[in-house]
């Protein structure tokens, strides 16, 4: 690409809108925070499963 393509792309290139901005940052939080969960311990998922059955809610069969 010659340097007057390059000049023109940059000239016609749009500002990215501040929801895309929003919505940018939001999703890397997002996955900061993903990387910083603490995986559930085996406790709090058998506490989970008892209360389910007793509850007696099936999980839906894909």
Not at 33 to 60: D, E, F, P, Y
């Amino acid at each position: 690409t010659s340097r007057a393509q390059v000049a023109k792309k940059k000239a016609t290139q749009k500002k990215t809108s501040r929801a895309q901005v929003a919505k940018k940052k939001a999703t890397q939080k997002k996955s900061k925070k993903k990387a910083t969960q603490k995986k559930t311990s085996r406790a709090q998922v058998a506490k989970k499963k008892a209360r389910v059955k007793r509850a007696g809610i099936r999980k839906k069969k894909k």
